[in-house]
């Protein structure tokens, strides 16, 4: 189970640091053991964040977030991050975790056990 915390409304220029846990240890379910964020903006498809490895030791993010967003793991506490930096009115979306089961990194259908999301809004 994948729960997602940490959405709100934020200024332009602001920040936010989205968390999710994984209560179940659904991150290992897939043999990947990788986790995702992905965002959705009304009337639009899933877009890919960023991903990271099980043990942290990769990383992978979208252009936009590049330079902006930071992925992280606390494997401690079973708990993956997305500080979100610089934020923009463009980033307003729900964002989701999701475990990476097969296939590319970056499309959604690649991924199963999404959390129910958190809402991100960057007003101007």
């Known amino acids: 189970l994948l729960v997602e915390s940490g959405g709100g409304l934020v200024q332009a220029g602001g920040s936010l640091r989205l968390s999710c846990a994984d209560s179940g240890r659904t991150f290992n379910t897939f043999s990947s053991h990788i986790l995702g964020w992905f965002r959705q903006a009304a009337g639009m498809e899933h877009e890919f964040v960023a991903a990271i490895l099980w043990s942290g030791s990769a990383q992978y993010y979208a252009d936009f977030a590049k330079g902006r967003f930071t992925i992280s793991r606390d494997n401690a506490k079973n708990m993956t991050y997305l500080q979100m930096n610089s934020l923009k009115p463009e980033d307003t979306a729900v964002y989701y975790c999701?475990?990476?089961?097969?296939?590319?990194?970056?499309?959604?259908?690649?991924?199963?056990?999404w959390g129910q999301g958190t809402q991100v809004t960057v007003s101007s």
């Open positions: 999701a475990a990476h089961r097969a296939g590319s990194l970056y499309e959604s259908r690649s991924y199963g056990y």
